[in-house]
């Protein structure tokens, strides 16, 4: 970004789907024998997940955020409320049920970053269309929607309702995932693709989801059956953004920036986060591209889903002045 760009007045935000706790320590070369005990340089506790996650990001960087979504009734989740309520997320969305503990993970970082987890689904796993607040949604200026595949109670026709109500009512939808290959996914994707402005899974998310290798033919894999835009992230390859044009695909490319990895937890959250805020400022795509690029280049470098997200102002210097990628 080579120029200052300053926010418009709040945007209101709902982010429904993932609400996790994630435990992460780092680095982790190998899980001790037996009872034997492994020093690590860096541990911490954090709120993520695909909805709840970008929640934390989109707050940092100014925007009126709203959680929807459901915790336990344990201490765990008294963390995730205090920590959302921190950062001025509002959690009057946010269902507490005895019925599951909150879903949390435990993410060994490794030296190059990766991170294996161990996953509990919990809460997640048990809400369902009954506890979305139509009323609040219909108020929102943009609709997050994060976590198909894991949430049972919601996937398929409740998502399709939830956000065709939010089409009805004139709110932006972008929407994002965690691929698993267990999960029969494109057949809970498809039926929602008409009512999502902004898909954005990973391209190999993406690929798995469609079983197609050519990325021009995957991206119009969904735009053909209803998504407004694509917008696959690759990591080091920087970012895809393409739509439909009286048939024509159009392509974007957002290089990556520069920077040092750390744990990438969360980058594609970030991601969303950026991008989100950026469309919120009427801003047009190659630029929402590359804030949520600067997002995830910032989270890379830290532990946790939001290390190294300040502000909208940090992201826009960072942006300014960092390096980036060109190769593809």
């Known amino acids: ?50 909805a709840a ?7 940092k960087l100014g925007l009126d955020v709203y959680a929807f979504g459901a915790v336990g009734t344990d201490t765990i989740g008294d963390f995730v409320m205090s920590t959302m309520n921190s950062y001025g997320i509002d959690t009057a969305g946010l269902v507490r049920t005895s ?19 161990l996953h509990v689904p919990g809460a997640n796993a048990v809400y369902s ?8 949604l219909a108020e929102m200026d943009f609709l997050h929607f994060g976590g198909t595949g894991l949430m049972p109670g919601l996937d398929g026709e409740a998502s399709r309702d939830i956000l065709a109500f939010a089409k009805k009512h004139n709110v932006t939808t972008t929407f994002d995932l965690i691929a698993l290959e267990s999960v029969e996914l494109n057949s809970l994707i498809e039926p929602c693709l008409p009512f999502v402005d902004y ?14 290798d050519r990325r021009e033919d995957i991206h119009r894999y969904f735009l053909e059956r209803g998504a407004g835009h694509t917008v696959f992230k690759n990591g080091e390859n920087g970012t895809f953004i393409a739509w439909l044009d009286s048939g024509v695909l159009r392509e974007i490319h957002i290089p990556c920036f520069e920077t040092s990895v750390v744990d990438s937890t969360g980058c594609g959250d970030s991601f969303c986060a950026g991008f989100i805020k950026a469309l919120s400022c009427g801003f047009p795509l190659e630029i929402c591209g590359e804030m949520g690029s600067a997002c995830g280049a910032l989270v890379i470098s830290g532990l ?12 826009q210097e960072f942006a300014r002045t960092t390096p980036v990628c060109l190769s593809v």
Request: glycine fraction near 10%.
């Open 1 to 50: 970004m080579r120029e200052d760009r300053k926010s418009p007045p709040k945007m209101k935000v709902a982010s429904l789907g993932l609400h996790i706790c994630d435990i992460l320590g780092r680095p982790v070369t190998g899980i001790p024998e037996g009872q034997n005990l492994d020093i690590l340089e860096e541990t911490r506790m954090t709120v993520a997940g695909t």
């Open 53 to 59: 996650g970008t929640s934390v990001d989109m707050a």
């Open 99 to 117: 019925l599951a503990q909150t879903s949390t993970s435990m993410l060994m970082i490794r030296p190059n970053g990766d991170r294996p987890a």
């Open 129 to 136: 269309r009954e506890n979305v607040n139509f009323t609040l």
């Open 199 to 212: 898909f954005m899974p990973g391209l190999e998310e993406a690929a798995m989801i469609c079983g197609l």
């Open 304 to 315: 946790g889903s939001d290390a190294g997200i300040v502000s909208w102002e940090h992201l």
